[in-house]
T-cell receptor, first 114, second 109 residues
């Protein structure tokens, strides 16, 4: 049973399209996150949700919007995709804010914008 | 952006201990020190974390310097499955949680 699962694993799409990446965790964690890993392998936090409230919103374009229907899900919706959005996106979860107990990551979604 | 510095790469022989260093001279009093590792095409995997005292778990040990400006991840007996990129990260309630380039560990049979 996968603890943090993301779909799809690979996503190839054209510029200007709108796409969503889904994430689900079955760990009973109360905080979920989205991270972006660029071509240089730097992985940076984008968003986190705790009890359905956005608690961190880094300086990401407003074309990116996290949506959390419940504590176990945090989806990432991206509007008007650009070439620079190509990266690997990781979902993660933790018990409590800030990963005091460590983060559990999904296996990533490789987004390629052409 | 990363607030830690690590060697780009290290090598170890199988079954030998590995000491992976990390410098974090600007660490604040509330920063936890986290270690994660990442295999190709996989998400980061939690290894260990600590605040001030040394920590042990089934995967590794974390030795934290008294002034907290550096730490060392210790793998007691490296196996081929331990070959990965190891990241040392400072975490302050999830703010500015950034993975740097990490240390690529190669394990030789």
């Amino acid at each position: 049973d996968t603890a943090v699962s993301q779909t799809p694993k690979y996503l190839v799409t054209q510029m200007g399209n709108d796409k969503s990446i889904k994430c689900e965790q079955n760990l009973g964690h109360d905080t979920m996150y989205w991270y972006k890993q660029d071509s240089k392998k730097f992985l940076k936090i984008m968003f986190s949700y705790n009890n359905k409230e956005l608690i961190i919103n880094e300086t990401v374009p407003n074309r990116f919007s996290p949506k959390s229907p419940d504590k176990a899900h945090l989806n990432l919706h991206i509007n008007s995709l650009e070439l620079g959005d190509s990266a690997v996106y990781f979902c993660a979860s933790s018990l409590g804010q800030g990963g005091r107990n460590g983060y559990t990551f999904g296996s990533g979604t490789r987004l390629t914008v052409v | 952006d990363a607030k830690t510095t690590q060697p780009n790469s290290m090598e170890s022989n199988e079954e030998e201990p590995v000491h992976l260093p990390c410098n974090h001279s600007t660490i604040s009093g509330t920063d936890y020190i986290h270690w994660y590792r990442q295999l190709p095409s996989q998400g980061p995997e939690y290894v260990i974390h600590g605040l001030t005292s040394n920590v042990n778990n089934r995967m590794a040990s974390l030795a934290i310097a008294e002034d907290r400006k550096s730490s060392t991840l210790i793998l007691h007996r490296a196996t081929l499955r331990d070959a990965a990129v190891y990241y040392c990260i400072l975490d302050n309630y999830g703010q500015n949680f950034v993975f740097g380039p990490g240390t690529r560990l190669s394990v030789l049979p």
